[in-house]
């Protein structure tokens, strides 16, 4: 039997990774502010 979570790098960084959050309303204002890290 298989564990239920079999981790993916590829598809982690899709989801969650700078791409994923690269057009959302917090990036956006973060960029607007000048931040120096956009995210981690």
Do not use: D, E, W
């Amino acid at each position: 039997m298989k564990r239920t979570y079999q981790p993916n790098n590829r598809k982690k960084a899709k989801k969650h990774g700078f791409f994923a959050r690269k057009n959302t309303k917090i990036l956006k204002s973060r960029r607007a502010k000048g931040r120096k890290v956009l995210c981690k």
